[in-house]
């Protein structure tokens, strides 16, 4: 199994409810698609300054996710980011010579 690192830029305007229920969605597809959460880091991260506008916000909050798991985890990972309210923008990377 692969090691992989997304990292969210959530809309500035959702309450830390919504932000939960969004990072507890994100847990269930990991864990539904055979792979395995390692961290989520949202503490170094948070709220920031954009350097550009994305979505007509300023501002937004970032959180990075670490995991574990097969390829296909990643495909299915994207598309629910894709079609979930309040994510702006995401970024998935593999990381190079991490094997769990």
């Known amino acids: 199994m692969q090691r992989y690192e ?17 990072f507890t969605l994100l847990a269930s597809v990991i864990e539904r698609e055979s792979g395995t959460l390692i961290e989520q880091d949202e503490k170094n991260w948070g709220m ?16 990075l996710l670490t995991y574990t798991g097969p390829g296909p985890l990643v495909a299915e990972l994207e598309r629910i980011i894709r079609i979930t309210d309040g994510i702006n923008k995401f970024l998935t990377v593999k990381l190079d010579g991490k094997e769990a």
Request: glycine content about 4%; proline content about 6%; overall charge negative.
């Open 6 to 22: 997304t990292l969210l830029l959530l809309s500035p305007e959702l309450e830390e409810e919504k932000r939960n229920e969004i």
């Open 48 to 63: 920031k300054t954009l350097a550009y506008p994305v979505e007509n916000q300023s501002r937004g909050y970032y959180t």
